[in-house]
């Protein structure tokens, strides 16, 4: 794994441990978190060097970085940590399928679970809410103020946070992506459809 300045292209570290496949490294202001050893790896932003690592019981995955000083974790158990104290704020087990790569925003833990879309208290784990579609949630999942965005093979949908229901769908399904102006990008492998949602969203 190796830094760079992101506005210049400078190299400013590589590290030396042996990384394994298949995630991505989670940064904030101070940090960079990866999986290493079945734990999480936490380094110096600025230098690449292993500063202490949280026990996880991680698979080889991307950490998700919280708004509350935490790190959260997932598949059988989500799972928050405390970045300072490394101690387990909450835990909350799946009763079926795994529970997939989540959205944090909003005071919410978004994930999918036996293709029921949940939402989680981010800060004591509760469940707040979830919701049931009648297609295969396959996309990642993007997280807003006031809405979530999710998608199946053929449909993507605008899920309202205050409701919880559909505000809108588009006849297109993929990966998704959300631009800094609001425009919201599906990617199906073959076609991309950008569409302009509304301002807030």
Excluded: C
């Excluded at 794994?1 to 496949?21: I, K, S, V």
């Excluded at 993007?142 to 809108?168: C, G, K, M, P, Y």
């Amino acid at each position: 794994m190796q830094g760079f300045n992101a506005l210049t292209g400078e190299h400013l570290w590589q590290g030396n441990a042996t990384w394994d496949d298949h995630w991505e490294p989670a940064v904030n202001d101070d940090y960079v978190f990866a999986p290493y050893n079945g734990d999480i790896a936490v380094l110096n932003h600025d230098n690449g060097e292993m500063l202490f690592s949280i026990d996880a019981n991680l698979g080889s995955q991307t950490p998700v970085l919280g708004t509350h000083n935490n790190v959260i974790t997932y598949g059988a158990q989500l799972v928050s940590y405390d970045i300072e104290t490394s101690a387990v704020r909450w835990t909350t087990s799946a009763s079926g399928g795994s529970y997939q790569m989540p959205a944090v925003g909003a005071g919410l833990v978004v994930t999918v679970q036996d293709n029921v879309l949940r939402a989680f208290n981010e800060l004591n784990g509760a469940q707040v809410w979830q919701w049931a579609p009648s297609q295969r949630l396959q996309s990642n999942i993007i997280l807003t103020a006031s809405h979530v965005f999710i998608a199946s093979d053929s449909t993507t949908f605008a899920i309202n946070l205050r409701t919880q229901e559909v505000d809108w769908e588009y006849s297109q399904g993929g990966q998704l992506s959300l631009g800094k102006e609001g425009e919201l990008l599906i990617s199906n492998g073959s076609d991309l459809t950008l569409i302009a949602v509304q301002p807030g969203l």
